[in-house]
């Protein structure tokens, strides 16, 4: 991890790092994160200071005068925490300490834990402290600031967080590899629901998600079960009948070994899942939630799925 993406917030980041790039798409391309939302950050930025901070012409962005002093002070920022957190570094050796993280389900199946094996070989003295919950609970939880890090699926409430990291996560159809409908390579939901299927229960970000397509349907046949537990439904699609709803995360082991099979969704009206690690805004993190979040961040970017 970048050390602006530790110390700058979002706008600023986001900011420094189109004024760098030369384009918006540039930056969306280093930072993994949606032009879109690199955009919005650096217009409300601009309205908040009253000034353009760059002169547009295409798609290359190139700093004004007021820009080139922002992103000058932005860069003089990065190296003073830098030289800091070196010396702080050097001085506690992160020997001890404690990182609280809140997780939904499916990230806790098999990302979460090889990150907090290989995060606790590295730092065997930091506690990791996890609880698992709703994605709406999982913000809540660090907006209190009862948790350090947050790994969570489209909260309704994103006050008082910043989005550290985020993939938006095409959601599929989950089923047998002797399910009438695996040999298919796309699906919508209507098809899915002439089967017996599982849906996840209301109050899950998926539930929103999945509710948004069904809506032009004219008849909505039963679920044959409602769960707010991903694993339990993934393993009664693997045992054969049910279909199931979810993204490819949370079942990585069983997509490898051919006993769940994955069918993207095409319906025109279903988001994608939008997974996101956040944090407290404006909180300068501990040391070891700092080292937890670098060793995720690293560890998400190559995780085969996002």
Not at 75 to 101: F, I, M, P
Not at 129 to 142: C, E, K, P, Y
Not at 201 to 218: I, N, T
């Amino acid at each position: 991890m970048r050390i602006d993406e530790a110390i700058l917030s979002t706008a600023f980041r986001y900011f420094a790092a189109v004024a760098t790039a030369g384009s918006v798409r540039a930056a969306s391309r280093e930072l993994n994160i949606a032009a879109s939302a690199i955009n919005r950050q650096v217009l409300m930025l601009e309205q908040a200071l009253g000034l353009r901070l760059f002169e547009r012409t295409g798609r290359a962005m190139v700093p004004t005068e007021a820009g080139q002093l922002l992103l000058a002070a932005c860069r003089e920022t990065l190296q003073g925490y830098e030289d800091v957190l070196a010396a702080v570094d050097a001085l506690r050796g992160l020997k001890r300490g404690k990182v609280r993280l809140a997780s939904v389900e499916t990230v806790s199946v098999n990302l979460l834990p090889q990150l907090i094996a290989a995060f606790a070989a590295r730092y065997g003295g930091i506690e990791v402290v996890l609880t698992i919950t709703g994605s709406d609970q999982v913000a809540r939880l660090v907006e209190r600031r009862e948790a350090d890090l947050g790994f969570t699926f489209n909260p309704q409430s994103l006050e008082g967080l910043e989005i550290a990291w985020s993939d938006k996560l095409p959601i599929g159809a989950v089923m047998a590899p002797d399910h009438p409908l695996a040999g298919r390579k796309q699906l919508t939901v209507a098809d899915c629901l002439a089967h017996p299927y599982a849906l996840p229960a209301r109050g899950l970000s998926l539930r929103a998600a999945l509710e948004q397509a069904m809506r032009p349907l004219k008849q909505r046949p039963r679920p044959a079960l409602e769960s707010n537990s991903p694993r339990v439904m993934a393993a009664l699609a693997a045992s054969g009948g049910l279909i199931a709803f979810q993204p490819r995360i949370g079942i990585e082991p069983q997509l490898a070994s051919g006993s769940l099979k994955f069918v993207a969704l095409a319906d025109p009206g279903l988001p994608a899942d939008e997974l996101m690690l956040v944090r407290p805004a404006g909180r300068p993190a501990s040391l070891a939630a700092e080292a937890f979040f670098r060793h995720a961040f690293e560890g998400m970017r190559t995780w085969p799925v996002l």
